[in-house]
């Protein structure tokens, strides 16, 4: 592990319930049925910890958009995706979901 990075290790599942509640076990880009929570910052950024502040709740579509796997067929719709997600309010998430 390189030094100064901290593993996480696995989201908690209270977390994730949690998380899912908040949400309403909903996507945070598109509104359909969530089926998993995605860190954001990155884990491997600093600052990112397992907490709702710090998880979206993501479509399984979406989660592997987070990761970067996605059809080149939705290229434009991915590039929004993006967008979106860089304007989220590090560390500040449950404050636009009151």
């Known amino acids: 592990m390189d030094e100064g990075k901290v593993s996480l290790g696995p989201i908690p599942q209270k977390v994730k ?3 899912f ?3 309403n076990s909903l996507c945070e880009w598109c509104g359909t049925t969530a ?3 995605d ?3 990155r884990r491997s950024q600093s600052g ?3 907490d709702t502040n710090h998880l979206i709740a993501l479509c399984r579509k979406h989660h592997e958009w987070s ?3 996605r059809n080149m ?3 434009v719709q991915y590039q929004e995706f993006l967008k979106w997600k860089k304007q989220l309010p590090l560390h500040e998430l449950d404050k636009i979901r009151e």
Do not use: A, F, Q
């Open 73 to 75: 067929d939705d290229e």
């Open 48 to 50: 990112s910890k397992n």
């Open 39 to 41: 860190h954001y910052p």
């Open 35 to 37: 089926v998993d929570c």
């Open 67 to 69: 990761g970067g796997i």
């Open 21 to 23: 509640e908040i949400t």
């Open 17 to 19: 319930w949690r998380l």
